[in-house]
């Protein structure tokens, strides 16, 4: 802490990563957009909006390329706060599956961020959660790229484990 000091990325305090003066400004309504088209899912559900600048956009930035750990506080007080209002939502769920990451990535930040989230929301659910998916292909930067580009950039990217059934189940499927 002495060499490499926190600071509120809010407004500068020092000593923590999100005050908790400013984790309190983070709207945490949700954001909730049905899909459409070829996709799989039934719906997408935001915790809150991203935006790069707005402190929820700094925290996950913080979180996963700056690897501030302690972010995971942060997190999971917004999804308590969250679930509050919208549990509702996640009733009749069997599983929750992280997004993985390829084995590239997970060696260079030595975590997954969306499965440390997902565990999260495993707790505070109290539904299991499953790494029944994997990365097969690397891919370039999702936030780089136009909805297109992203669509393109994970096709054929993931891979479902041998050997698991997934007829007729409700999965929450978390990333970042």
Do not use: W
Request: net charge neutral.
């Amino acid at each position: 802490d002495f060499i490499f000091p926190l600071f509120c990325i809010g407004c500068e305090k020092e000593g923590i990563i999100l005050c908790t003066k400013c984790q309190a400004t983070i709207s945490v309504l949700g954001v909730f957009v049905p899909l459409e088209g070829s996709s799989s899912l039934d719906d997408h559900v935001a915790l809150g909006l991203f935006e790069e600048n707005n402190l929820l956009g700094k925290l996950i930035y913080a979180y996963k390329y700056n690897f501030v750990i302690d972010v995971l506080k942060n997190f999971e007080f917004l999804i308590q706060n969250f679930l509050k209002e919208n549990k509702k939502y996640f009733e009749g769920v069997d599983c929750i599956v992280p997004v993985p990451l390829h084995k590239r990535r997970f060696a260079e930040r030595g975590f997954n961020q969306a499965e440390e989230i997902a565990r999260l929301l495993s707790r505070e659910l109290n539904i299991e959660m499953q790494n029944i998916l994997v990365r097969e292909k690397a891919t370039k930067q999702q936030a780089k790229l136009h909805k297109q580009e992203r669509i393109k950039n994970i096709k054929d990217a993931f891979i479902l484990k041998s050997g698991i059934d997934v007829k007729n189940k409700n999965i929450i499927v978390v990333d970042d």
